[in-house]
């Protein structure tokens, strides 16, 4: 019975790491609605396309994410070819979506090559990293997403290693400051100042990755932009120990070699 109900939960749930078009409501006041999608037993990524019948591309796309980025073989792009602009806030909503930590700060944008334009939704936390980079994974990532006037999605994901002697690079540390606020999923706080200054002069100074493929959660819809920073950011043991003791484990598998069958289908067939 127990695992009838949360499969019948899973069945109601819809959502995704991009924008209030696929996200539940905020709740009021210092909670927030719960993605009711995770990453463990009946509801994870094995199980993502029967939550909804627009699920499909989670096990049928050819183009899904994450990937092993193979630092010798992906697309780069030029710093100069890509703005990130988002400016400084006094503060952001923090919130606990159960499957994972979100910040909603809609101001800010990234323009691409001079000329399209995309505005930013939310950025969100992964632990480990979804992406690995030659078979590498890291401890945590981050995904700033984006959105242009045509529903056409991009994404700036940085990637962290642990440091013996650094702290967290702005605007993290006013952001990790904050998770004792939220240890409870469904809860929401306020961030400290956030300053985006660093992260742009970082995306600056190092190669970035490029591909297209998908959102790394439900709907799993591909066409999505992905640029990488290729130099990970620098982040303490303190912090991270907190960070995965909210966020436990939310991370997406590694996907197909794009443009292959999807992992999914091959397994189910090799079943079969």
């Not at 924008?19 to 539940?24: A, G, K, P, V």
């Not at 997403?145 to 650094?166: G, M």
């Not at 069958?261 to 090799?270: C, D, I, P, R, S």
Request: glycine share 4%; net charge negative.
């Amino acid at each position: 019975m127990k695992h009838l109900t949360l499969l019948l939960v899973a069945i109601t749930a819809y959502t995704s790491c991009f924008s209030d078009t696929f996200l539940y409501p905020r709740a009021a006041g210092d909670l927030a609605a719960n993605n009711l999608f995770n990453y463990t037993e009946l509801g994870g990524p094995f199980k993502w396309h029967h939550i909804n019948k627009t699920n499909a591309a989670c096990s049928q796309g050819k183009h899904q994410s994450p990937i092993d980025v193979l630092s010798e073989e992906i697309d780069y792009v030029t710093s100069s070819s890509l703005i990130f602009d988002i400016p400084a806030a006094d503060e952001a909503r923090l919130s606990n979506l159960g499957s994972g930590l979100e910040v909603a700060l809609a101001q800010g944008g990234l323009t691409v090559n001079e000329d399209h334009q995309y505005q930013l939704a939310q950025f969100h936390f992964h632990t480990p990293s979804e992406h690995r980079v030659d078979q590498e994974y890291f401890p945590l990532e981050v995904h700033f997403v984006f959105k242009d006037y045509e529903t056409k999605i991009a994404v700036v994901a940085f990637l962290f290693q642990l440091s013996p002697t650094s702290e967290a690079a702005h605007p993290f540390d006013s952001i990790f400051n904050h998770l004792d606020d939220i240890d409870s999923p469904g809860t929401s706080t306020e961030t400290g100042y956030l300053d985006f200054k660093y992260l742009t002069a970082h995306l600056e100074t190092h190669d970035i990755y490029r591909y297209i493929s998908s959102l790394t959660t439900p709907p799993c819809t591909e066409g999505v932009a992905w640029y990488i920073s290729a130099e990970p950011l620098p982040l303490d043991v303190t912090s991270f120990n907190k960070i995965k003791r909210i966020l436990k484990f939310n991370a997406r598998f590694t996907q197909n070699t794009l443009g292959q069958e999807n992992v999914l289908k091959v397994a189910v067939q090799a079943v079969d």
